[in-house]
T-cell receptor, first 110, second 114 residues
Framework: DAKTTQPNSMESNEEEPVHLPCNHS???????IHWYRQLPSQGPEYVIH???SNVNNRMASLAIAEDRKSSTLILHRATLRDAAVYYC???????????FGKGTKLTVNP | EAQVTQNPRYLITVTGKKLTVTCSQN?????MSWYRQDPGLGLRQIYY???????DKGDVPEGYKVSRKEKRNFPLILESPSPNQTSLYFC?????????????FGEGSWLTVV
């Protein structure tokens, strides 16, 4: 199964950009890259996903490396409400299994 | 409103007493799954279901059963709970699996087995 690797924790200041990295060196050609985040005492919530091209939505941007072995979630202006654990997930075509990374705990300082 | 609803949200039970955690979604999703979350281990998939009457094991299926008799419901059954099943459980659903679809998670069920 393809795995993801993320830093355990990162810290940012409010209103500054945040780049959250994820390595997925064994990704296969049909795997989508998803990012979810989990606030304390809540279920994970969708942030963004992509396959090959960079993606933007109102919450964040997803930059995918050309070889697809890594990706970066970009929060353009961090707020205190963005403090959460961010999970990089591969949805594997064929096996229908979801592989979660350990997640990155993002702390946002005021 | 799109929802994944789990019950109970909190439960303390004793070793060996069968219990069921229910999960229901109102989005007509084909794919549903269960996860457990433990400190330092992130989310691990227990079981998943591609559609009615189609279920398969995830990464940590031991000690659990599931059924998918209706599209909207996907209960998690612990036939004989043990303390190592004390955990936070999440149910999730998506339109389909493996196709870049958004996954919707329930709010979680805190289970303590004493």
């Amino acid at each position: 199964d393809a795995k993801t690797t993320q830093p355990n924790s990162m810290e940012s200041n409010e209103e500054e950009p945040v780049h959250l990295p994820c390595n997925h060196s064994t990704i296969s050609g049909t795997d989508y890259i998803h990012w979810y985040r989990q606030l304390p005492s809540q279920g994970p919530e969708y942030v963004i996903h992509g396959l090959t091209s960079n993606v933007n939505n109102r919450m964040a941007s997803l930059a995918i490396a050309e070889d697809r072995k890594s990706s970066t979630l970009i929060l353009h202006r961090a707020t205190l409400r963005d403090a959460a654990v961010y999970y990089c997930i591969l949805s594997q075509g064929g096996s229908e299994k979801l592989v979660f990374g350990k997640g990155t705990k993002l702390t946002v300082n005021p | 409103e799109a929802q994944v609803t789990q019950n109970p949200r909190y439960l303390i039970t004793v070793t060996g007493k069968k219990l069921t955690v229910t999960c229901s979604q109102n989005m007509n999703h084909e794919y549903m799954s269960w996860y457990r979350q433990d400190p330092g281990l992130g989310l691990r998939q227990i079981y998943y279901s591609m559609n009615v009457e189609v279920t398969d094991k995830g990464d940590v299926p031991e000690g659990y059963k599931v059924s998918r008799k209706e599209k909207r419901n996907f209960p998690l059954i612990l036939e004989s709970p043990s303390p190592n099943q004390t955990s936070l459980y999440f149910c999730a659903s998506s339109l389909m699996a493996g196709a870049g679809n958004t996954i919707y998670f329930g709010e979680g069920s805190w289970l303590t087995v004493v």
